[in-house]
């Protein structure tokens, strides 16, 4: 439970500047706008946004001009530092103990995440700063996550475990989106930062006192549960005492490889998700700012639920003998792939009818479930000794989408913009 809101407090930090910054930006309005019916989305026009209810905030509210480029590397930030963390956490968190390393490293996070709204004050370049070293903080989440998953989880306990605690990170989204856009709208963008940041702080200070790196320095374990854990564990030695870590095989083996390939194209299109889907609902299909989390973590809720649902599945198929490991986990990624790119899609050909654009999204979203059943426990099926290392390979390179996808989707915004004020003016 520790580990699943550990999770979902990590996504809410990284991806609450999704929700903020339809806010802190100002967003061009052009003349008419008012007039505009809010069931058409004609390029280059905005609504105006409902008038903000400010109930007492010590930070007050402000926006900044920042061009779609300035915020799309804004986006991307956080995961430049992420991707740096990656494999120094992993190793570390192997020989020295997860609880550690992720307890301080969600701290951090939460400690630059409070600070955020008096860095975007400065300037932008201040922020952007503040956001890499967040990035640097959260690398370790999912490494120490995989080694503890490794020392704490019998092997026939690992897919439906595995698969609920990664997909906490849609609950999170979920709740970010949901409660921002309240939080926007009572108390100022500022306090978005400031509400998660401290549920990072509360987290910590539960998990300090609670967890443990493995059951072995647990004080209050039974001596069953132990006995238990220790005998399913036996025959996969995960102590301190296995071998250095076999770099060149690892990283030579073709296995890995798919894992990372497709984690990068996972990761790309769901980082597209968290980063811009609320920039697109207030930008092109004119939600408000309450509209825009509601809708916004609608397909976040429909891909923890596909998760959940797909774990099940996995481990159904699995022991009743229906497919083998290998061939459920193929099938679970195939949809987790192919299903959110076909439909996402579509969804391009939907134009403004806001009904069906959310509703695809959704569905595409939704199918991604599948993913955390699948690719995202494999590396433990590959090698339970090295899991850590092999994750963190791969979450480095599903990093790098997250931010050059943020990069790209701003320079593209940016460049269409302009082509677009230059036809105006023709």
Known sequence: MMAFLGVAIFYMMRNCLSMAITAMVKYPIQAGDETESSDRCPFFEFETEEPEIKLHSKLESFTVDWDEEVQG??????????????LPG?????YLGAKHVLGFGTLFTAIITLLSPFAVKINYYVFIAARVIAGLASGVTFPALTVLLAHWVPPNERIMMGAIIFSGGQIGN???????GLIIKFFGWPSVFIFFGILGVIWYIIWLFICFSDPSSHPCISVEEKAYIHDSLAAVNTGKDIAPLPFCRILTTVS?????????????ALYTMQNDLPKYMKGVLKYNSVQNGLVSSLPFLAMWLSAVVSGWISDFLIYK???????????????????????CLVAVYAGCNRTLVVALFTIGVGLMGPFYASLKVNAIDLSPNYAGFIMTISNSFGSLAGGLCSVTIGYIAKEFQLIAINLLQI
């Open 90 to 94: 992993g190793i570390i968190a192997y």
């Open 256 to 268: 890995v490889w798919a894992i990372i390939i497709t984690q990068f194209g996972h990761s790309w």
């Open 174 to 180: 979920v709740v970010s989106f949901s409660i921002s």
């Open 321 to 343: 003998h229906v497919l083998s490991r290998l061939y459920t986990r193929k099938l679970l990624v195939t949809i987790a792939q192919f299903g959110p790119g076909l439909t």
């Open 73 to 86: 590397l804004a986006l991307a930030s956080f995961y430049f530092g992420y991707v740096i963390t990656q």
